[in-house]
């Protein structure tokens, strides 16, 4: 990039009302070649109502975000859901783009700014395929050089028009929902064994234990208990209830291997409730701090009790999303299997795990 260029991108305001970007150097505001455009809409004609797909596109990586009825799905995750209030920003993001400042530019700088095949590529959809509009989104833009440029989120965003190489764009907006890791676009929903009835895990080694109680506000007791034994009650609740709310950290694309995720060789945790459900969870190899795990749901819903009408309804609004996790190998955040994936002998009271 020229000196000229660099010095026009040095700082960048925010102005009032309009999102745009004033260029500031040395107490004097100048007016650049591309000043005509400041605070313009960057997307011209883009209407949020026409979109049916959003393709992001990184290298190395591709995801596409579809919606379905009133859902926004994942393509590369075999239809699962997108979360909403993510997709929904996007757009909102980019229907709100306006001009911070323009400058033309060359194929080095291109490269330099992550404006070329390095960049991220993100394209809009309508219903028919027809793209509506499409943006290059590169390096992140800032007011000051922080400690650690890789992890601090940016005060802007470098932009290119695909129809444009020549010109490059600043806006205010860091953009940090351009990004095409499945990770950053799942519904966190997994799954929830409320109102358990019994617990039984499978651990590597052959050991097993088994947790059961007679009614949902009775004590777990350990099945069977030798001896003296004693169960103690806070680790066999805390064993129970961190399967009440299992989110999801990431979701493996399909065709992993049983053998490369260790699920060929699984831990398993079986979940009764008295809800009639019972939940079959089976648990790999750790990728990182996320155990990849597998999850299938048996049994129909016989909510009871005085709240049995408001129970059956959440239960007929939650089941199908959580079915639907059958057939996906799952990553799931090692910390929520902590308490279930205690020996037995961790279980008992410390006098008769030999503890002093």
Do not use: C
Not at 51 to 64: C, D, K, L, N, V
Not at 66 to 88: F, H, N, S
Not at 283 to 301: F, H, R
Request: a positive charge.
């Amino acid at each position: 990039m020229s000196a000229r260029i660099a010095a026009v991108l040095v700082v960048l305001l925010l102005a009032l009302g309009g999102g745009a970007l004033l260029l500031q150097q040395q107490g004097q505001l100048q007016r650049p070649a591309g000043a005509a455009a400041l605070g313009h809409p960057l997307l011209k004609n883009f209407r949020a109502a026409d979109i049916a797909a959003i393709s992001i596109r990184e290298p190395g990586s591709a995801i596409t975000l579809e919606r379905k009825a009133d859902e926004w799905t994942i393509a590369e995750r075999a239809g699962l859901p997108a979360e909403l209030d993510k997709v929904r920003d996007l757009v909102l993001k980019a229907h709100e783009l306006k001009v911070g400042q323009s400058e033309t530019i060359g194929e080095k700088d291109r490269a330099r700014l992550k404006l070329d095949d390095s960049g991220t590529q993100l394209e809009f959809r309508d219903a028919d395929g027809k793209p509506l509009a499409r943006l290059i989104v590169g390096a992140k833009f800032f007011k000051r050089e922080p400690e650690n440029p890789a992890r601090a989120t940016g005060d802007g965003r470098f932009v290119m028009l695909p129809e444009d190489a020549t010109m490059v764009f600043v806006v205010a907006d860091p953009l940090t929902l351009a990004s095409a890791k499945s990770a950053d676009w799942i519904s966190r929903s997994g799954f929830a064994a409320e109102k358990g009835n019994a617990r039984e895990v499978a651990l590597e080694g052959g050991e097993r234990w088994k947790i059961e109680r007679p009614g949902d506000n009775a004590k777990w007791k350990l099945s069977p208990m030798h001896g003296a034994e004693k169960l103690d009650v806070m680790r066999a609740n805390s064993a129970s209830y961190s399967l009440n709310n299992v989110e999801l950290a990431d979701v493996a694309a399909p065709g992993a291997k049983p053998a490369d995720t260790g699920l060929d060789k699984p831990v398993a945790i079986v979940a009764s409730t008295f809800d009639g459900l019972t939940y079959t969870v089976k648990l790999g190899k750790l990728a990182g701090d996320n155990y990849y795990a597998t999850v299938a749901i048996s049994g129909e819903p016989k909510a009871s009790g005085a709240d049995a009408a408001e129970r059956g309804k959440k239960l007929a609004e939650r089941l199908p999303r959580e079915r639907a996790l059958a057939g996906h190998t799952l990553l799931i955040a090692k910390s929520k299997f902590e308490d279930v994936l205690r020996k037995r002998s961790e279980l008992l009271e410390q006098k008769q795990a030999g503890r002093k």
